[in-house]
Antibody, heavy 121, light 108 residues
Framework: QVQLVQSGSEVRTPGASVKVTCKTS????????IHWVRQAPGQRPETLGW????????KYSQKFQGRVTFTRDTSASTVYMELNSLQSGDTAVYFC??????????????WGQGTLVTVSS | SYELTQPPSVSVSPGQTARITCSGD??????VFWYQQKPGQAPVLVIY???ERPSGIPERFSGSNSGTEVVLTIAGVQAEDEADYYC???????????FGGGTRLTVL
């Protein structure tokens, strides 16, 4: 079955970086795009961007451009999200999600379980 | 930036019908998707392409997009349906998803 399994919770100090892992299984990895979404406590989900796993092309939300990087390891069916220059406002649960293919409009048919990133001095 | 608007809360008794609305200027031209999120869990897709249900989602969940009104309907609400519900569409370029503010469904 389709699974996206994320790495565990992280705590960072302001100015530091964090790298979150999303290991996938149960589907043809290179045929999909993987999106990253974060959700601060009590807030709506917010998109960071996405990566086309097949060719490695990544597109970043303007809000995070220059501060976030998506990479992938096709041999391990794994996608990575690295966020730099962390501030307290980056404290949130970060999700990876598989983009569905029923329509050109982006949406998510499977999600990782989420990774809590806490930024505190 | 493009925003979707939902009512903050909806309350219904078990067995009644819950209607959750979503509004946004581009919705008449775009598909809408709905997610259910329970505390401490990832969202789960319950409706895609306005009115289609993924496999495993109960028939009591349905969606509609008339161009002027977008609605998630849960008929015969059960206690297990208590959750936050988010509508989702896309930005004007079609590159990124946009979520509504979420509606907390309370089953009385």
């Amino acid at each position: 079955q389709v699974q996206l399994v994320q790495s565990g919770s992280e705590v960072r100090t302001p100015g530091a970086s964090v790298k979150v892992t999303c290991k996938t299984s149960g589907f043809r990895f290179t045929s999909y795009a993987i999106h990253w979404v974060r959700q601060a406590p009590g807030q709506r989900p917010e998109t960071l961007g996405w990566i086309n796993v097949g060719n490695g092309y990544a597109k970043y939300s303007q809000k995070f451009q220059g501060r976030v990087t998506f990479t992938r390891d096709t041999s391990a069916s794994t996608v990575y999200m690295e966020l730099n220059s962390l501030q307290s406002g980056d404290t949130a649960v970060y999700f990876c999600a598989r983009r569905g293919v029923s329509t050109i409009t982006p949406y998510f048919d499977y999600w990782g379980q989420g990774t809590l990133v806490t930024v505190s001095s | 930036s493009y925003e979707l608007t939902q009512p903050p809360s909806v309350s219904v008794s078990p067995g009644q019908t819950a209607r959750i609305t979503c509004s946004g200027d581009e919705l008449p031209k775009e598909y809408v998707f709905w997610y259910q999120q329970k505390p401490g869990q990832a969202p789960v897709l319950v409706i895609y392409k306005d009115n289609e249900r993924p496999s495993g989602i109960p028939e009591r969940f349905s969606g509609s997009n008339s161009g002027t009104e977008v609605v998630l309907t849960i008929a015969g609400v059960q206690a297990e349906d208590e959750a936050d519900y988010y509508c989702q569409s896309t930005d004007r370029n079609g590159d990124f998803v946009v979520f509504g503010g979420g509606t907390r469904l309370t089953v009385l």
